[in-house]
């Protein structure tokens, strides 16, 4: 008899016939005798039908009044999957976020969770009800309800979770669960059972989006054992544990992640000296470019040396106009400029003991042709940029040469 | 300098070009240098939307979910409101009926309130802000969401000019005043200056539906004085008042309600003993069919009477039904009904002290030739039944009769 904390996006409550299917699988788990606590987004189309709403009023509305507003879509939601539950004999209670006190700071469309009161939780569960939580909002201490941005349910379902001490927080999604890459581009791609909270960082913030980072990032510092599961077939899904866990066979990588949205710049000799990358960075920054990747390589000639960055490829243009000014006022070269790159990341925390992972990928690129025009690491990861071109090509070699591919049935 | 409660209904917050036409009309008061509290409703078709979604689920949902659910029809108008206040230069700040403590009882959909912490709206009316509430919801002590039932915004509106100690409540409607009676009917009918609270229940319950009775009850009950106006257009609407205005030419009447929507059933020859009124009513009641008029004359002979009734013409068929189940077990005569019937009612405080109402009513619609069915009557009111085709024309004789037609100009 456990406790399951179960969370369901948008998309799994879109409409009254799939709230009747979420209701049966809530259901199903009471009749094995689990409790559950079930955290639920706003019907997918609502949020954007209010945020439309405040957009004809004014493009900058209040925020405060704001989370007053799309607060609402998870409110709709929970009373109609409570009054489903209870419509098919399974006793249920709904709470928005402020009524089971889910404190957070005052920073309206962005909150975070300070506190979580459980007894009003703990207390309906131990007289057999499926407790119905609002996601994604909250209320600060002056009593003022707040939000905590786009896809902040996932946030609201790992809290809870870390509350109670349950003992999984279950995400239902579109997905059944995570994969060692995208199985559109690489159809070998397989189902992980099990993906650590760093590797799962590594992966999301590269673009293999299943959850929330910041839901990850609470999970792991809670210890809150998180499963993503698929809202609309039956399976294991994928269990992200805080700690490796051991096995014979430790496979050295768990995933591969990639995107072909970022460009790269480059200012081509660049003086050699300290506050250089400072100088470049800083303008970029004041013009609310966000930089990914950042090399810079030693000196040419112990004088100047070449600077490259990535930017998201929205931001290419804006961001080459900013570096001209930069590269007039420090009398460098010189900018060059790709925007049809792609970034290709091995992601596996048994990077971290085994060398040569580096030099695989390396040897399986060249195998194949591909030229790497910029390489970054970090403890766990290995991220290179090539021609946008190659990017599925080498996702399959890459997939194939680390052992990643699914066994055919 | 005033503190005015001004309550909108759902058409005139039906869209955001009429939401900014209210914030227009409340900046204009502020400018004026009053304070400002605003009670709105969903927008006109929400509730509706919602309860829609609740009915594909369940013909019966729980009450406290439902509660849940079309609360967050107003919780929406409130923030839209804000948001174009604060846009407009008009600082405002809204809340939910739980974020300032109207506390009602426990009756999910039909909560009543029974106290309001004003000491949150105070202090924003103190930095300058307009407060705008939702109306119709409250939380019970439990911390549960409730709502009012239908309607239940004017009574939001009446409850917190009560707190607050306003100068008036305003409810901003779609009609601009109380009319003498339906201009529909009788194009002579006339706006009225005030009216009385009694008058104003009579006319209510009658047919002229312009305010929810609860509110006009509240409203005498607190002494708040209370004006009904147009949203869409300017005008001084009608005052309802606690206490008569003594005035020179008091008038007998103040307005003429009809309605056509009732039917009559009579139990002919029922026995007249003790006791035979309720075996008659009781299964009505039962069938849950609600009587309006009650009529019983004396006994014919001193052994048998007519017992007459009205009922919802919807309820006709069934209570029919009822009744000759009744007529067998009671051994009365027989069962008489029509529904092609109307009901037309004169009321006025003035006829408390004038004899002769009830005759000169009479002997308006003889000289039409018009029969009375019916006849009813309280302490301010006479109602009687007439053939339906009969009511307009008994309506605007009345009109004259009485001496209520407009002046032309």
Redesign the interface.
């Given at each position: 008899m456990a406790l399951y904390v179960q969370k369901f996006g948008g998309t799994s409550v879109g409409s009254?016939e799939r709230?009747?299917a979420v209701a049966e699988k809530v259901k199903g788990y009471r009749e094995q005798g689990h409790d559950v606590v079930v955290v639920v987004s706003a019907m997918s189309g609502e949020t954007n039908r209010?945020i439309a709403?405040?957009n004809?009023?004014?493009d900058d509305?209040?925020p405060?009044?704001?989370d007053?507003?799309v607060?609402?879509g998870e409110?709709?939601t929970?009373?109609?999957l409570?009054?489903?539950l209870?419509?098919i004999g399974c006793p249920a209670?709904?709470y928005?976020g402020?009524?089971v006190s889910i404190v957070t700071d005052s920073s309206h469309t962005k909150a975070r969770i300070k506190q979580i009161d459980d007894q009003k939780i703990r207390n309906d569960l131990k007289e057999g009800r499926v407790v119905v939580v609002a996601g994604f909002q909250g209320v600060d201490e002056q009593?003022n309800?707040t939000t905590l941005g786009r896809g902040g349910s996932d946030t609201t379902g790992v809290a809870l979770a870390a509350a109670l001490k349950a003992d999984e927080c279950q995400i239902f999604t579109d997905v059944d669960g995570v994969y060692t890459t995208d199985p559109r581009v690489c159809s070998r791609a397989k189902r992980l059972e099990t993906i650590t909270v760093e590797e799962m960082l590594e992966l999301a913030s590269l673009g293999s989006k299943v959850l929330q980072i910041r839901s990850v990032e609470f999970a792991g510092k809670y210890n809150v054992p998180l499963r993503v599961l698929s809202s609309f077939e039956e399976g294991p899904g994928t269990l992200i544990v805080a700690e490796e866990v051991e096995e014979m066979e430790d496979p050295l990588i768990s995933g591969i992640a990639f995107t072909a949205n970022e460009a790269k710049l480059t200012v081509l000799n660049a003086p050699d000296m300290p506050g250089v990358a400072s100088r470049i960075l800083g303008p970029i920054g004041d013009a609310n470019v966000e930089v990914d990747m950042i090399v810079q390589n030693v000196a040419h000639d112990g004088k100047s040396t070449d600077f490259t960055f990535t930017v998201s490829r929205g931001d290419y243009k804006k961001a080459k106009a900013v570096l001209e000014g930069v590269v007039a006022e420090l009398g460098a070269g010189s900018i060059s400029g790709d925007n049809a790159i792609a970034k290709v990341s091995l992601v596996g925390v048994g990077m971290r003991s085994h060398a040569g992972v580096a030099s695989k990928m390396f040897k399986v690129l060249s195998d194949e042709g591909i030229n790497i025009r910029m390489v970054s690491t970090s403890e766990i990861k290995i991220s290179v940029v090539i021609d946008e071109k190659f990017m599925e090509l080498a996702v399959r070699a890459l997939h194939t040469a680390f052992g990643l591919d699914k066994v055919e049935d």
């Open positions: 009254i709230i009747k209010l709403l405040a004809e009023i004014n509305p209040t405060r009044e704001m007053m507003l607060s609402t409110q709709v929970i009373a109609l409570s009054m489903t209870n419509h209670i709904s928005t402020p009524q009593g309800i």
